[in-house]
C-alpha cells in the first residue's frame, strides 16, 4: 500500500512545496523577522514618549511591511515565477479551520508550558524550547521539500539553541543607553531581539540561494507552450 | 473473486493511468493550475500531456479555460466537482485493494 500511496501523497504535497520554489516564502519571514527586530530595537531605544513607543505606530509600522511583502511578492510571482514554471492558484482555507488549527495550536502550547513549568522556569530552558519549535515548524514546512534546508533547519536549532544557553549579560551591550532596558513591560522583546537577529539573516541568506539556483536552473519557455 | 481482486478491478481506470493520476492528484491539491504548471511538475511532454487532459476533459473530471496573461495564451484547468469526487473514490478503493 505505501508502494503507491506515498507517491500520490508526495504528489499532493506539491503544490505546497512550490510556494516556495523561488526561496520567496524565506525571503518574506527572514524580512518579517528582521522588521520585528528593527520596531523592537526603535522601541526600546527612543524615547518613552516618542512615536515608536505609541502600539498603533508598531502595529502599523508592521503592516506597513506585512502589504508591501504581498504584494511584491505576488508582482514577483506575476512577473517571473508564472511565466517561467507556471500559474497555482491555492484552495482558500476556510476561516474554521484556521480557527480550529490555532485553537488546537495555542491550547497544545498552554498544556506543555504549564506541565513543563518546573522545567522552563528559566530563560535558557524557554529559548531552546523556542528554538526546537522553530526548527521543527521549518523542518516540516520548508526542509521537507529540499534536503539541503535541513542544514539551515539545523543551523536555527543550533543558533537559537547557542543563544539561549548565553548568560544573558552578553546581550546587553546591545541595550546599553536605553531608557528602557530595564523596563519589565519591554522584558519580552528584549527576551526575543537575540533570537530574531540571528534567524533572520539564516533565512534570508537560505531564500536568497533558493531564488538565485531557481534563476539559474529555469527560463521561460516560448509563449505557445503556456 | 477475491474483494480485493474485485476492488482492484473497480478502481476508475480513466485515473489509474500514471500520467493522468499525477495531474489528478496536483489538480486536488489546489483550485486552479495552469499547463506551464503541469508540465513542469509532472515531466511529461506537451503532447502527451494535452491528450491526457482532453481525456480527463472529455470525462468531465477536468474544467479547462482558455485565456490570456497579457498577450502569451494561457490555459487554466481545474479539477471538476465530478473529478474531486471520483479521485477520492480512487484513493479510497485503492486503500481498501491493497
Not at chain 1, 150 to 172: D, E, M, R, Y
Not at chain 2, 69 to 81: A, D, E, F, V
Request: charged letters at 15%.
Amino acid at each position: 500500500m505505501q508502494q503507491i500511496q506515498t507517491p500520490i501523497q508526495s504528489l499532493l504535497g506539491r503544490p505546497r512545496n512550490y510556494n516556495n520554489i523561488d526561496g520567496m516564502g524565506e525571503i518574506s519571514v527572514g524580512l518579517i523577522l528582521l522588521g520585528f527586530a528593527l520596531s523592537f530595537w526603535m522601541q526600546i531605544h527612543t524615547a518613552l514618549h516618542s512615536l515608536w513607543n505609541r502600539s498603533f505606530a508598531s502595529i502599523l509600522s508592521m503592516l506597513a511591511l506585512c502589504l508591501a511583502l504581498h504584494y511584491g511578492i505576488k508582482g514577483f510571482k506575476q512577473k517571473i515565477t508564472f511565466p517561467r514554471t507556471g500559474f497555482v492558484r491555492y484552495r482558500a482555507t476556510s476561516v474554521w479551520y484556521v480557527l480550529v488549527s490555532a485553537g488546537t495550536t495555542a491550547a497544545t502550547a498552554v498544556l506543555i508550558i504549564r506541565n513543563l513549568r518546573h522545567l522552563l522556569d528559566s530563560a535558557s530552558a524557554m529559548g531552546f524550547l523556542y528554538a526546537l519549535f522553530m526548527a521543527v515548524c521549518y523542518g516540516y514546512g520548508i526542509a521537507r521539500a529540499v534536503p539541503w534546508k535541513w542544514l539551515v533547519a539545523s543551523a536555527i536549532f543550533l543558533s537559537g539553541t547557542v543563544v539561549a544557553l548565553l548568560p544573558s549579560t552578553v546581550f546587553q551591550p546591545l541595550f546599553a543607553g536605553s531608557p528602557r532596558a530595564h523596563d519589565p513591560t519591554v522584558g519580552l522583546l528584549v527576551a526575543l531581539f537575540p533570537y530574531f537577529l540571528v534567524w533572520s539573516p539564516l533565512l534570508l541568506l537560505s531564500g536568497l540561494i533558493s531564488l538565485a539556483l531557481y534563476l539559474r536552473n529555469t527560463t521561460a519557455p516560448a509563449s505557445d507552450t503556456q | 473473486m477475491n474483494p480485493q481482486m474485485q476492488t482492484l478491478a473497480e478502481l476508475d481506470r480513466l485515473i489509474h493511468e500514471p500520467g493522468r493520476l499525477m495531474i489528478v492528484a496536483l489538480l486536488y491539491a489546489v483550485d486552479q493550475a495552469d499547463f506551464l504548471y503541469l508540465q513542469h511538475e509532472t515531466g511529461i511532454n506537451k503532447g502527451t500531456l494535452s491528450s491526457h487532459i482532453a481525456k480527463l476533459e472529455d470525462a468531465g473530471y477536468v474544467e479547462v479555460l482558455k485565456t490570456y496573461r497579457g498577450k502569451i495564451p494561457q490555459t487554466l484547468l481545474s479539477l471538476t466537482k465530478l473529478g474531486r469526487q471520483c479521485f477520492k473514490e480512487y484513493r479510497k478503493k485503492l486503500r481498501k485493494a491493497l
